[in-house]
């Protein structure tokens, strides 16, 4: 069996199952193999009854008192309880359809259970507990427990077989010789695999992790570097030398512009002009004042006679940026277009007529401008919005339309400079350093869970002020394993408490079309609270959303958090930040109140890269369309700098040897 088989020919997979799979992006056997864990659940010290709070996952060691009662709802549905019971307390334990397990509880004696603790009208309950022996739960203490996620028609068992299944019959040859292994103490890639489906402990699998990330990092590097030995031969036919329209936008402005954004404007001005296309990141904090920078070298590109296009992530944003182009370009009779997705079929056709003619100068859309047949014939300059989203093939497509354009990357992510000059080492960097003075200061707090209810009744406030607010919650669903809210019930149990206000849910697995439809009501106000997985991280500016209520913050990074934060505090209103901490760990108060503190994106990346311990190996991925499939710039910096070192250190065949593979279709997805 190959890389490239279709998953059909794994054992147990038909047509039922291949379009579960199909819905999570799984098409081959490499596809799944590379389809890693979420996360690596682990298996802790029991704890007293007393200390068990709503929303925990524990483990719980005692006895079950009394008989078991079978319950059965008008629905159908069974409900089985007991009462356990340890030296500090008793609670409630319950199984939904399970009635099964009653004459295992009534002959249990000492058991530990292991379950989400939750509250019901009776008080707290352990809801689905696994049951273990002493013996049993300490053997599973010794061990790690992959999660993946998942979707309707697929469980944890399906998955592991799978992996299982395709682990024992795919060949999975390792282009990396021996000696390059030995020299870098690195692991062989069919061991990574199967330690990183099949973990034997964390100090192993951190090994795997560590393998199959300065893979997907050899081959980022060797890309980009290989567009970039092609981009220096090509002379800039698009020079722009005036500035006068970028100058009006300037005095149209009602504030001075900061000195980094001047200096950013020279540096990309310079550039315009140079001997070669720009490739140029312009990189800044969430609102440092990008996007007048993109306007004005979009406005000095069509001052000399051609053509410029902005790309963004979403509708919403490209439908915003559509109507402040407008704004800024009328008056210096620059003719903006937009196109997005959710346009008639009659709609896009005009625009691209009008495009190809020339009529359209300034081009604004989302990633369909370079996936649709769009013709740009003078296109001079590409901006696009949000760059860490696309790599080195989205980035080499981007030259496609016109004669190798400008391009102008722009990323509010903040990075260390010195991880920046490694993931981006095709590109000059702009870095947009300074503040705009009349921003206010986000207010920040870091919570426990017992907060909620203040948090919501301050929600409450600031909806019945006429404001809007966001909820964010670091999964789509209930997830085996994993204590953590999810936007599926966090917005339920939302409207049950909050039952006048209007609240709208949105994710990464619904359609594009409806995730536009709901950020499109937000924005226009026909919700007043967002419930939203880190997809609201880019791609909504919402000015009137003032308060961000973040769930379980210690899962996310601090660079993500401040992303997040970024969401509100966008108008002219006070805005607010609560992180809701769902852990008891110190180490995770101490990060968040880093928040508290620093307001500075870059400074709280470079904090993030200090503080991150082995721990986070096994936290949550992040959601979204990232570049890495399991490698992170943060967290495996150090393996981001061997693997720079390395594609640096290859001779001219070993190198050339690598850019034809690398950038091939081939039957493995890492090569050397």
């Not at 979420?38 to 704890?47: C, G, L």
């Not at 524990?58 to 549905?77: A, C, D, E, Y």
């Not at 697929?154 to 990396?176: F, G, H, N, W, Y």
Request: net charge neutral.
């Amino acid at each position: 069996m190959r890389w490239n088989s279709p998953i059909t020919e794994l054992k147990g997979i038909g047509p039922k199952s291949a379009e579960a799979y199909h819905r999570l992006r799984i098409e081959t056997v490499g596809d799944l193999l590379s389809w890693f864990p979420k996360k690596y659940d682990t298996f802790e010290a029991e704890r007293p009854i007393a200390d068990a709070r709503e929303g925990r996952l524990v483990t719980l060691l005692g006895t079950f008192s009394g008989n078991p009662r079978v319950i059965t709802t008008g629905k159908g549905m069974t409900i089985l309880t007991c009462t356990f019971r340890d030296v500090s307390g008793t609670i409630a334990a319950k199984w939904f359809n399970a009635p099964f397990l009653r004459k295992q509880i009534s002959q249990a004696k000492y058991v530990l259970l292991r379950g989400k603790i939750s509250r019901d009208r009776g008080g707290l309950c352990i809801l689905q507990p696994e049951i273990y022996t002493p013996e049993r739960y300490r053997e599973m203490m010794k061990t790690l427990r992959p999660v993946y996620g998942l979707t309707a028609g697929l469980t944890k068992t399906s998955v592991a077989k799978a992996v299982a299944d395709a682990l024992r019959q795919c060949e999975i040859p390792d282009p990396m010789p021996v000696s390059m292994r030995k020299e870098l103490r690195l692991w062989s890639l069919k061991d990574a695999y199967e330690e990183v489906h099949f973990p034997k402990s964390e100090e192993t699998t951190k090994e795997a992790i560590r393998r199959l990330a300065f893979d997907e990092f050899f081959r980022f590097l060797v890309g980009i570097r290989s567009v970039k030995e092609q981009t220096e031969v090509i002379p800039n036919r698009h020079p722009a030398f005036m500035t006068e329209y970028a100058n009006r936008i300037v005095r149209s402005l009602s504030y001075a512009l900061t000195g980094a954004q001047e200096r950013c404007f020279q540096e990309i001005a310079e550039d315009l002009r140079g001997e070669s296309p720009m490739q140029r990141l312009l990189q800044g904090d969430v609102g440092s004042g990008k996007t007048v920078i993109a306007e004005m070298a979009l406005a000095t590109i069509a001052e000399a006679g051609y053509q410029g296009c902005l790309m963004v992530p979403t509708e919403v944003l490209a439908k915003q940026h559509f109507a402040e182009l407008c704004r800024r370009f009328e008056p210096l009779g620059i003719s903006v277009g937009l196109l997005t997705g959710s346009m008639t079929a009659a709609e896009k056709r005009t625009v691209r007529e009008a495009a190809e003619k020339g009529e359209i100068r300034v081009l604004v859309g989302t990633h369909a401008l370079f996936q649709q047949s769009v013709g740009l014939p003078e296109l001079g300059l590409v901006v696009v919005d949000e760059q860490h989203r696309f790599g080195v093939e989205q980035r080499r497509k981007l030259t496609d339309k016109g004669v190798t354009p400008h391009v102008l990357l722009m990323s509010a992510t903040p990075i260390p400079r010195t991880l920046a000059m490694m993931l981006y080492a095709d590109l000059d960097i702009s870095l947009l350093d300074e503040m705009p003075g009349e921003r206010l200061r986000i207010k920040t707090a870091v919570v426990d869970g017992g907060y909620r209810p203040k948090a919501w009744k301050f929600l409450e406030e600031h909806v019945r002020a006429g404001e809007q607010c966001y909820v964010i919650c670091p999964l789509i669903e209930e997830s085996d394993g994993l204590e953590a809210n999810n936007v599926s019930d966090y917005a339920e149990q939302l409207k049950e408490a909050l039952p006048d206000l209007r609240i709208g849910l949105l994710h990464g697995r619904m359609s594009a079309s409806s995730k536009n439809e709901v950020m499109e009501a937000y924005a226009a106000h026909d919700y007043d609270i967002l419930v939203s997985t880190t997809v609201i991280e880019v791609g909504i500016d919402v000015a009137n959303a003032t308060v961000i209520l973040i769930e379980d913050a210690e899962r996310f990074g601090l660079a993500t958090l401040h992303q997040l934060r970024g969401r509100v505090g966008r108008g002219n209103k006070q805005s607010y930040c609560i992180l809701v901490q769902g852990s008891d760990s110190d180490e995770a108060r101490e990060r968040l109140t880093v928040l508290q503190t620093a307001a500075d994106g870059f400074a709280i990346a470079e904090k993030d890269l200090q503080m991150r311990g082995p721990g986070d190996f096994f936290g949550i991925r992040q959601s979204g369309d990232n570049v890495f499939r399991i490698a992170d710039p943060i967290r495996d910096a150090e393996v981001l700098t061997l693997a720079k070192r390395t594609v640096d250190s290859l001779t001219k065949e070993q190198y050339a040897k690598a850019v034809k593979l690398c950038l091939a279709d081939n039957d493995t997805n890492v090569v050397y």
